[in-house]
């Protein structure tokens, strides 16, 4: 299963995270999913290391946790760019034209055949349903949502995120610049 | 005191609810105002006037649709402090009249009897609305077994998608043996499409709560699970809110009420499987496997949770019950049809005006929903169909739409009631394309455990890909029908055995679309990219060139400042001028 995840630096805190998680629920039974949610909290992501220190502490074979991960829609196994675009695909949006969305999206943002931008800044995200149906169609960039888009509203929306991702990506560099003269 | 309440249910909060609260709040401040009460409260149905803010005072109760914080600062200004009502921007008032009356003439509420209305937030208001009198009048007056029969006798059935009886239900787990039995509240709405039980989640949580008590109280449980999307993050925050305040005043806990009786509730968060809605496959999922389903019988009642006898109600069911034990189950049995009883909520989206929630009483018709109450299609369009039930569900035609709200006369069409999704399409929708999207639903949906689900479905979505390609032949029709039916009859689950539906039904009502895809190569909504022409609209185009940059194959042609236009013959049907021109001037013919 290795080679499916790819390596990444874990995050702070993720082990005494699940280790906390792990004393609150007590070894009850179906506390595999809630651990894994707790990690992906942490992490954004389920990491190689969370998955096999879960199953480690749950006595569950690694096998089976892998497994269920997979199975659910929520669980991760990449970490997610920095905005994350969630473009609804409910029939409210369909019937609206979502799917045109979708090519205005991988166009704007260059997202060939994969789910996130070569830099990492940007994710897409089908989801089934937003909840927001009168808005129809509608995407979330991380917690704000956009709704009643046409193609012009839609690409002016995506410009204003690259343009807020090219200053952090400019930030990042700045800072380690510094790092590295100090 | 003056109050202003403004609805900041998911559907409000999307449409910028929150800004709006924000200036009120500044407003308030500003004007260093103690006299004026600003409250929150959830969906009040009418999503498609969205940001809703109601102003009470000695005049009246004034709604607003459809408010921006600058508006807000004009309300603010003219009708609170000056007395004025602003009647261009007033939906509703003192709840019957007004521009928007229509929308709640025909309408029941008793799921909704509190959303819109009461604080979520807080306990107190849903007493003020006698909540948990109705278990506190079970607990003290009616036993376990009158509760039961009461619930029979009101007629209530399932409003998750199956529509089994639930005092029935209730008596199966009732009479399985055993000490320990569990409730379970299925809030895992699924359907694309759906938001009626996300609404009362986040609108009325403590009815959920009190709804899961009677159920507890009348089988004989200690513990109840709601099992609810983690999508549904305000629901959540709500709920937890909800069952800590309801725990402090002692209505869930041990000694429930100083009856000797104890419940507690927790949550479960899904993980997002649409087939985790499936009873067998969601108890899976709360004891942290993989959420398929499996065989039955041993039903739930019998065997489910942890072995345990186990009923599991949807959160539209378990809203309804505690008006049905304070009004009594006559009075309840007394609205809808001779086999359906009460009222039903029904999430309405698509091409209609008036988007939202409704909740009617069985047996109106569709045609009072989409035209009475929704005030009929969009843009002058013509009303094509209404999709029921979501990717279990079928599509009913416009010419069946004095059909009534009725399991029987629902399920005669080949649609089932579902949940309470209803999408209204017009003309401009293909059928055999929305079809192909309820499958490519429950194709990716499929759990995998049988084979006639996991390759059946996928089989007939590479066959509806050939005919929206164009690539379609005449006998591909014979057997999406028959593949249809034989996953129908094999599947092992509610998943598989309704995912051909959406297929079936536009394959019998709307046949002739399906042939003229595969027989003419054409398009009868001009939908399908692959079979239509992108033609340019000589009024809108300003010949700004930006689509002959942007034509991957140099298709259109045109000098600067003139109309521009596409050559047919090189056109690859991609669609990249439709999202990239600034004027609307693109379309497909």
């Given at each position: 299963m290795g080679a499916t995840l790819e390596h990444h630096e874990p995050k702070r805190g993720i082990i005494s995270n699940l280790k906390t998680a792990f004393w609150q629920f007590n070894n009850t039974p179906g506390q595999l999913i809630p651990l894994l949610q707790r990690a992906q909290e942490t992490e954004g992501y389920i990491s190689e290391m969370a998955m096999k220190y879960i199953s480690g502490i749950t006595e569950i074979p690694e096998s089976t946790v892998y497994g269920v991960i997979t199975f659910y829609?929520?669980?991760?196994?990449r970490p997610q760019g920095e905005f994350v675009v969630r473009l609804c695909d409910g029939t409210a949006c369909h019937v609206n034209d979502s799917r045109l969305l979708k090519e205005i999206i991988e166009d704007e943002l260059n997202l060939e055949g994969s789910d996130t931008t070569a830099d990492g800044l940007f994710t897409l995200e089908l989801v089934a349903c937003l909840g927001c149906c009168s808005l129809a169609p509608v995407i979330m960039v991380n917690d704000q949502t956009y709704g009643r888009l046409t193609p012009q509203t839609l690409r002016k929306t995506l410009k204003k995120y690259r343009r807020l991702g090219r200053e952090l990506i400019k930030e990042r560099e700045e800072k380690c610049n510094l790092e590295i003269g100090a | 005191m003056d109050t202003i309440t403004i609805g900041t249910g998911t559907c409000g909060v999307s449409a910028g609810a929150e800004a709006v609260l924000e200036a009120f709040q500044r407003l308030i401040s500003d004007n260093q105002n103690n006299t004026i009460l600003l409250a929150e409260t959830g969906c009040m149905g009418m999503c498609y006037k969205e940001v809703l803010v109601e102003v009470k005072n000695s005049q009246g109760e004034f709604l607003y649709g459809d408010v921006t914080p600058d508006k807000a600062a004009q309300i603010f200004q003219e009708h609170l402090l000056e007395g004025h009502p602003l009647d261009e921007w007033l939906v509703l008032q003192n709840h019957q009249e007004g521009n928007e009356r229509d929308f709640i003439l025909k309408q029941h509420r008793i799921?909704?009897?509190?959303c819109g209305l009461i604080d979520p937030m807080s306990i107190d208001d849903y007493l003020s609305k006698d909540g948990y009198k109705a278990i506190t009048k079970a607990l003290m007056e009616i036993s376990p077994e009158e509760l039961i029969q009461s619930v029979i006798d009101s007629g209530l059935r399932g409003r998750g998608g199956a529509g089994f009886l639930t005092g029935i239900k209730w008596r199966f787990a009732r009479q399985s043996p055993g000490k320990i039995k569990y409730v379970i509240c299925n809030a895992d709405e699924g359907d694309p499409g759906a938001f009626m039980d996300r609404s009362v989640l986040e609108g009325d949580p403590h009815s959920v709560l009190e709804g899961m008590l009677l159920c507890g109280y009348a089988i004989g449980a200690s513990t109840g699970y709601i099992y609810c999307r983690a999508e549904y993050p305000r629901a959540i925050i709500r709920l937890e809110n909800a069952i800590k305040q309801a725990e402090e005043r002692r209505l869930i806990g041990e000694n429930v009420l100083g009856s000797g009786w104890d419940f507690k509730i927790k949550i479960k968060e899904g993980a997002g499987a649409f087939v985790c809605g499936e009873e067998t496959a969601l108890i899976a999922s709360i004891e942290g496997h993989r959420g398929t389903p499996r065989i039955r019988p041993p039903y739930p009642a019998a065997a489910g949770l942890w072995g345990k006898p186990t009923n599991i109600n949807n959160v539209e069911t378990l809203a309804n019950l505690p008006w049905i034990v304070q009004e009594g189950p006559q009075k309840y049995a007394e609205l809808g049809t001779e086999h359906s009883k009460g009222t039903k909520v029904f999430a309405m989206a698509g091409k209609i005006k008036r988007s939202g929630l409704v909740e009617v009483p069985m047996g109106i018709s569709i045609n009072e929903i989409v035209f009475d109450i929704c005030g009929g299609i969009k843009d002058g369009k013509k009303f094509k169909a209404v999709q029921m039930g979501g990717p279990s569900g079928g599509c009913i035609p416009a010419s069946l739409?004095?059909?009534?709200?009725?399991y029987q006369q629902i399920n005669k069409t080949g649609a089932i009631m579902g949940s309470g999704g209803m999408i209204v399409v017009d003309d401009s929708t293909c059928m055999v394309e929305l079809a192909r999207f309820f499958l490519e639903f429950t194709q990716n949906e499929s759990c995998g455990k049988c084979t006639s689900c996991r390759i059946g479905t996928l089989r007939m979505l590479e066959i509806l890909d050939r005919i929206i390609e164009g690539k379609g032949e005449q006998c591909d029709l014979d057997q999406l029908e028959e593949l249809g039916h034989q996953i129908k009859n094999t599947s092992q689950c509610g998943l598989g055995q309704t995912a051909p539906n959406p297929v079936l039904t536009t394959l019998n009502y709307f046949r002739e679309e399906y042939e003229a895809h595969v027989q003419d190569k054409c398009c009868p909504a001009h939908s399908c990219s692959a079979l239509v022409n992108f033609m340019i609209n000589s009024e809108n185009c300003t010949g700004c060139m930006i689509c002959t940059k942007d034509c991957p194959v140099g298709a259109i042609g045109g000098e600067k400042k003139q109309v521009h236009f596409i050559d047919q013959e090189k056109c690859i049907k991609c669609g990249k001028c439709i999202t990239t021109c600034n004027f609307n001037a693109v379309y497909k013919d």
């Open positions: 829609r929520q669980f991760r196994l | 799921v909704l009897r509190n739409g004095e059909t009534l709200i009725d």
